[in-house]
């Protein structure tokens, strides 16, 4: 076994041995998986509860019954995204900005008869210029304070819900937040694939393995912003939401 440029990397071996190695961490992997699919076949067995249908979200049309979210559909998906009211784009939710950033194609969803939306803590046209600037086309609405106890139920923004309709009736199926919310992106799933992973401290990687974000919003942030906002700002695209208030402490609502 060679070292490469005295970097700090796995050790080098003949492509055989090599393969030998992958195929024994692949036993690994389709052990992890059959288990996911056991949990994901229990999570379709859980009961549900009954939610009010009409209990009101702001959209673009103006207030809505809860129930017409699911776009005609059965079933609905909820981001329940974190809001900083009056602060600036750059002082928005890094974590709800790196998964909601990543949820693009809404078709496959659709297909299955699956409503994707957000629903978003602060005030709808505000955050709604921050889902414009942001280049965000997916359905968004902003749950006013008189829905919070309908909706959120003594839980926070950064859940992720699933629920069912049934006639004129809606229920919640599942809900999960923190590194529950995970499948919502796939950097992560790349990034775990890769030899240095998510780069983050939590991990345990070799000595010497680039270990450069922590777990309180750092990790979605660059250079005093969320990460994704960069490029938003260099394709020229203006991220003024009509509020001048600092940045709040990092939230790492979503980590």
Same mark, same amino acid.
């Given at each position: 076994?060679?070292?490469?440029?005295?970097?700090?990397?796995?050790?080098?071996?003949?492509?055989?041995?090599?393969?030998?190695?992958?195929?024994?961490?692949?036993?690994? @992997?389709?052990?992890?998986?059959? @288990?996911?699919?056991?949990?994901?076949?229990?999570?379709?067995?859980?009961?549900?509860?009954?939610?009010?249908?009409?209990?009101?979200?702001?959209?673009? @049309?103006?207030?809505?019954?809860?129930?017409?979210?699911?776009?005609?559909?059965?079933?609905?998906?909820?981001?329940?995204?974190?809001?900083?009211?009056?602060?600036?784009?750059?002082?928005?939710? @890094?974590?709800?900005?790196?998964?909601?950033?990543?949820?693009?194609?809404?078709?496959?969803?659709?297909?299955?008869?699956?409503?994707?939306?957000?629903?978003?803590?602060?005030?709808?046209?505000?955050?709604?210029?921050?889902?414009?600037?942001?280049?965000?086309?997916?359905?968004?609405?902003?749950?006013?304070?008189?829905?919070?106890?309908?909706?959120?139920?003594?839980?926070?923004?950064?859940?992720?819900?699933?629920?069912?309709?049934?006639?004129?009736?809606?229920?919640?199926?599942?809900?999960?937040?923190?590194?529950?919310?995970?499948?919502?992106?796939?950097?992560?799933?790349?990034l775990d694939m890769t030899v240095h992973g998510r780069q983050e401290t939590w991990e345990d990687s070799p000595a010497g393995w680039p270990q450069r974000y922590g777990?309180?919003?750092?990790?979605?942030?660059?250079?005093?912003?969320?990460?994704?906002?960069?490029?938003?700002?260099?394709?020229?695209?203006?991220?003024?939401l009509g509020s001048t208030r600092a940045r709040p402490g990092a939230s790492g609502c979503c980590s």
């Amino acid at each position: 076994m060679t070292a490469v440029n005295n970097m700090n990397t796995p050790p080098v071996l003949p492509r055989e041995e090599w393969l030998a190695a992958v195929g024994t961490l692949r036993t690994r @992997e389709k052990a992890h998986t059959r @288990e996911g699919d056991a949990i994901a076949a229990a999570r379709r067995r859980l009961p549900m509860t009954e939610v009010d249908p009409s209990v009101p979200v702001v959209g673009a @049309e103006g207030r809505v019954p809860l129930i017409d979210v699911f776009e005609d559909r059965s079933q609905l998906f909820v981001s329940y995204h974190m809001w900083h009211d009056g602060h600036g784009a750059a002082g928005q939710c @890094e974590g709800c900005t790196f998964f909601t950033g990543q949820v693009r194609e809404l078709s496959y969803l659709h297909q299955r008869d699956v409503t994707f939306a957000v629903f978003c803590q602060g005030p709808f046209d505000e955050s709604d210029r921050y889902r414009r600037f942001m280049g965000w086309e997916l359905p968004w609405y902003s749950v006013p304070e008189e829905s919070l106890e309908g909706l959120v139920a003594g839980r926070h923004f950064g859940m992720k819900a699933c629920y069912l309709r049934d006639g004129d009736r809606v229920f919640e199926t599942y809900w999960t937040t923190g590194r529950g919310v995970e499948p919502m992106a796939p950097s992560y799933g790349i990034l775990d694939m890769t030899v240095h992973g998510r780069q983050e401290t939590w991990e345990d990687s070799p000595a010497g393995w680039p270990q450069r974000y922590g777990t309180d919003g750092d990790q979605f942030r660059a250079e005093g912003r969320p990460t994704a906002q960069w490029a938003r700002l260099a394709a020229g695209h203006d991220d003024d939401l009509g509020s001048t208030r600092a940045r709040p402490g990092a939230s790492g609502c979503c980590s």
